[in-house]
């Protein structure tokens, strides 16, 4: 399932070293104003259920699964209508389904920002004014060809035309197309022209060593002007989880993050927030030659999740037999599940859930 989650902000927020935190492919990092290489990685999504379940099926292999996380070049002010190299960013933005906003929140001399200071909700301000004008020049543009449409009377194209001018009007008052006022049926109108303020996004606050339990000034100044957004706030170390992400063995990370006041990588949180961004969930098959996770949308039927594992799978469907992840872990093996009356028979109308264990019975 190939959605991308998107890293973006400014020029020197240290989104390139959040990114290697995740990735197993480096990006480059430097105290340079601007990078133009954009960054992709495919990343293991952390679910302690994989490992509880091979407590109670032992296994040859565990599978996670994962999500696409692309690490954007910096933007910088005003660069959306005059920068060559900042129009690759917006282009890059409109390519992903969900984006992570990155925001400088620590101070460092070495590092100069490249408005003169570090104010996060300035530069909050800055990234949503470029993807507002681009915005706003896609909808005059639409309006401009439904105005030619209209003129012969289409209904559907003068209800297009008023649409478009709540998300003009909306966009011009700088405001995301995301928070405009139209209703979910009317919404459809805005569907080919890919809006960059529609998408889905969390914030990071990327934060000094010091303030990774508790964040500073800077993530609280964040938080206050995000409290009316229905939006996630992160707070992460990025240097100090780079620094943690090179370490040998997984005990040395255990133990250099419980130093630190922490009990897992801030990374791990950010990785499962971007794939509940993406509107994802996960199922489980398990067996004596791998347990494994894998990536449904939400509201995805039976035949649907097992299309996921083989288009055969989908195309010969005949049912699905479901055991709950907690039943299976309370009760400790298929059989016992089936003696309690916890599997169940389910049919092609089945809206699979996050959590499931499903065995799927086809036929070709």
Same mark, same amino acid.
Request: net charge negative.
């Given at each position: 399932?190939?959605?991308?989650?998107?890293?973006?902000?400014?020029?020197?927020?240290?989104?390139?070293?959040?990114?290697?935190?995740?990735?197993?492919?480096?990006?480059?990092?430097?105290?340079?104003?601007?990078?133009?290489?954009?960054?992709?990685?495919?990343?293991?999504?952390?679910?302690?259920?994989?490992?509880?379940?091979?407590?109670?099926?032992?296994?040859?292999?565990?599978?996670?699964?994962?999500?696409?996380?692309?690490?954007?070049?910096?933007?910088?002010?005003?660069?959306?209508?005059?920068?060559?190299?900042?129009?690759?960013?917006?282009?890059?933005?409109?390519?992903?389904?969900?984006?992570?906003?990155?925001?400088?929140?620590?101070?460092?001399?070495?590092?100069?920002?490249?408005?003169?200071?570090?104010?996060?909700?300035?530069?909050?301000?800055?990234?949503?004014?470029?993807?507002?004008?681009?915005?706003?020049?896609?909808?005059?543009?639409?309006?401009?060809?439904?105005?030619? #449409?209209?003129?012969?009377? =289409?209904?559907? @194209?003068?209800? *297009?035309?008023?649409?478009?001018?709540?998300? !003009? %009007?909306? /966009?011009?008052?700088?405001?995301?197309?995301?928070?405009?006022?139209?209703?979910?049926?009317?919404?459809?109108?805005?569907?080919?022209?890919?809006?960059?303020?529609?998408?889905?996004?969390?914030? #990071?606050?990327?934060?000094? =060593?010091?303030? @990774?339990?508790? *964040?500073?000034?800077?993530?609280?100044?964040? !938080? %206050?002007? /995000?409290?009316?957004?229905?939006?996630?706030?992160?707070?992460?170390?990025?240097?100090?989880?780079?620094?943690?992400?090179?370490?040998?063995?997984?005990?040395?990370?255990?133990?250099?993050?419980?130093?630190?006041?922490?009990?897992?990588?801030?990374?791990?949180?950010?990785?499962?927030?971007?794939?509940?961004?993406?509107?994802?969930?996960?199922?489980?098959?398990?067996?004596?030659?791998?347990?494994?996770?894998?990536?449904?949308?939400?509201?995805?039927?039976?035949?649907?999740?097992?299309?996921?594992?083989?288009?055969?799978?989908?195309?010969?469907?005949?049912?699905?037999?479901?055991?709950?992840?907690?039943?299976?872990?309370?009760?400790?093996?298929?059989?016992?599940?089936?003696?309690?009356?916890?599997?169940?028979?389910?049919?092609?109308?089945?809206?699979?859930?996050?959590?499931?264990?499903?065995?799927?019975?086809?036929?070709?």
């Amino acid at each position: 399932m190939s959605l991308q989650c998107g890293i973006i902000g400014i020029a020197n927020v240290g989104k390139s070293t959040i990114f290697n935190c995740m990735a197993s492919n480096k990006a480059e990092t430097s105290n340079f104003s601007y990078s133009n290489k954009t960054n992709l990685s495919i990343i293991n999504v952390p679910d302690s259920r994989l490992y509880e379940l091979e407590k109670y099926q032992p296994t040859e292999r565990i599978l996670h699964t994962t999500v696409e996380i692309v690490d954007i070049p910096g933007l910088t002010k005003s660069a959306g209508r005059t920068d060559k190299s900042a129009n690759q960013f917006l282009s890059e933005i409109r390519n992903c389904d969900a984006l992570i906003h990155v925001l400088r929140c620590f101070d460092d001399e070495n590092l100069p920002h490249v408005d003169g200071s570090v104010n996060p909700v300035r530069d909050i301000e800055t990234v949503n004014l470029e993807l507002q004008i681009k915005d706003l020049e896609s909808v005059e543009k639409k309006i401009v060809r439904l105005e030619k #449409v209209a003129k012969s009377g =289409d209904k559907d @194209a003068k209800k *297009g035309i008023e649409i478009l001018n709540v998300y !003009k %009007e909306h /966009l011009e008052s700088f405001q995301n197309a995301s928070t405009a006022p139209v209703a979910p049926e009317h919404t459809h109108f805005i569907d080919d022209i890919f809006l960059l303020t529609v998408k889905p996004i969390i914030y #990071v606050c990327n934060v000094d =060593d010091n303030s @990774a339990v508790n *964040g500073n000034r800077y993530v609280e100044q964040v !938080k %206050e002007f /995000l409290k009316n957004d229905k939006t996630e706030v992160l707070v992460i170390a990025g240097a100090m989880e780079s620094e943690i992400s090179e370490l040998e063995t997984e005990d040395d990370r255990m133990a250099f993050l419980q130093d630190m006041g922490l009990t897992e990588p801030g990374v791990n949180k950010l990785i499962r927030a971007a794939y509940s961004l993406l509107d994802l969930e996960t199922f489980f098959t398990v067996g004596p030659k791998e347990i494994r996770a894998w990536t449904i949308k939400k509201g995805a039927t039976a035949p649907q999740a097992a299309g996921v594992i083989h288009s055969d799978l989908e195309r010969g469907f005949i049912r699905a037999e479901v055991m709950k992840y907690t039943d299976f872990v309370t009760l400790g093996s298929e059989q016992a599940c089936k003696e309690k009356g916890k599997l169940s028979i389910e049919g092609k109308n089945y809206v699979v859930q996050d959590g499931d264990i499903l065995h799927i019975r086809f036929n070709v």
